[in-house]
């Protein structure tokens, strides 16, 4: 998507779907060290809304308990055997 003269961008609507946002919604841009993410704000007043990537990242680290499962047992778990990856 190109970036406008006055800095705007049109929100594909796939995503507007997706997150809900309609004409008057409020979203922000969470920067991070490897670009920006679009979110969306319900309540702008909310001091706990997410405004750093970084920030929030630093906040749920270690909040997600694995059980002891490696990443690729955990992938596999979460998405299930891959045959591609394995023909026959």
Known sequence: MRVTEKGQVTIPKEIRDRLG???GSEVDFVA???GALLVRVDNPEDQN???DFDD???R???TFDTGGMSTDEFMVWLRGE???L???
């Open 86 to 88: 394995n023909p026959r």
């Open 32 to 34: 991070s060290n490897n």
């Open 60 to 62: 749920v680290k270690g």
């Open 21 to 23: 946002i309609v004409p």
């Open 82 to 84: 891959r045959d591609d």
């Open 56 to 58: 929030w990242a630093a």
């Open 49 to 51: 809304s997410i405004r």
